[in-house]
């Protein structure tokens, strides 16, 4: 065998045992990180509002009066005065992004889970450990040096923080403006803190419990569940808010 063909099946070698390492690291990775969640989902029940367990949501004097004024700007489609995502096409924001009537893809990489939406494009990533620098964006022309879009859906330091606890994937966000919503309707402020616990009820089935605490807005923090099916993974059709809005149909 010649020198040069030797060296070739070495140099191929050592590209297949290189792919295959990668392949293992990242199996280890995503082992190390709980459960995988990776997959295309939908949610299984549309709905615009939240329901919140145990009953009514603990309205604070101030959250009541704005729900109530967000109720009459609704009834007379004056978005914007309460709405800025219907209004603008800007991000819902969260926990209102979760809501979202079209399938969204989840990816787990080593230091980052990230959610890809249909809607708009839309990403949301949540930090593990391993991110160094915010990385969010959350629309078109939107980045994480300024701007009103960058709080809509959440940013603690850098993003949203994440870890596991077993098979649950828990994730704290903080750092919102005052321009989102929760849902449709509901209102909040600057200090809400939203804390996510992420699992899989069953192979198809994943579920969001979803804990919402804004001192001024909510007399104590109210918890509600969002339940979404595994969808085939397909490419994800163009679902652009600005042509919505032109077509008479609702922005989310």
Known sequence: MSFIETTRRLTRSAMMFGVALAAISFSSALAADGVNLEGTWKIASP??????????????????????????????????DYDYATSRCASPGLPRLMLTPDPFRIWQRPGYVAFQFEWNRLLRQIDMGGMVEPQLRVGPGSSIEGGDDDAAAGRSIPISKGHWDGETLVVTTEGFNDKTLV??????????????????????????????????????????VVTYKRQPDVEFSEDVCLERLESGKPAL
């Open 47 to 80: 709905q615009a509002s939240f329901k919140p367990e145990g009953g009514a949501i603990p309205f604070t004097a101030e959250g009541r009066k704005h729900y109530q004024d967000n109720k009459r700007h609704q009834a007379k489609r004056d978005y914007d």
């Open 183 to 224: 849902d449709d309707l509901i209102p909040h402020g600057y200090d809400m803190t939203l804390t996510e616990h992420i699992h899989l009820k069953d192979a198809d089935t994943l579920e969001d419990r979803i804990t919402v605490a804004d001192p001024e807005f909510f007399s104590r923090p109210w918890d509600t």
